[in-house]
């Protein structure tokens, strides 16, 4: 086994449990949501800017790259949903 594919199954293992949901209990539930997304964003930010400057490397900016395009990906897909259950409730009659 190659070194290179142990340790990017290694970094695979790690950050696989990030993808799965998570129950979150309160009234500050959207809020932790709201401001996850925007810290994942900002970092996959710095990494490009940093990555550009030359300070990091290519895998870590296509991993935070991978992380943001989820992230969005995560956010629109939830904001479909809610205008579509606006819609359905629109079309229910009084």
Do not use: C, H, W
Not at 46 to 54: E, I, L
């Amino acid at each position: 086994m190659d070194v290179r594919s142990a340790f990017a199954a290694l970094q695979y293992t790690q950050t696989r449990p990030v993808t799965q949901p998570e129950q979150i209990e309160g009234a500050g539930g959207f809020e932790k949501i709201a401001a996850d997304f925007a810290q994942t964003l900002a970092q996959g930010e710095s990494t490009a800017k940093a990555a550009m400057v030359g300070d990091a490397d290519s895998t870590a900016l296509v991993q935070a790259l991978a992380q943001t395009e989820l992230a969005v990906e995560t956010a629109v897909t939830v904001r479909n949903k809610v205008v579509e259950a606006y819609q359905e409730i629109l079309r229910m009659p009084v």
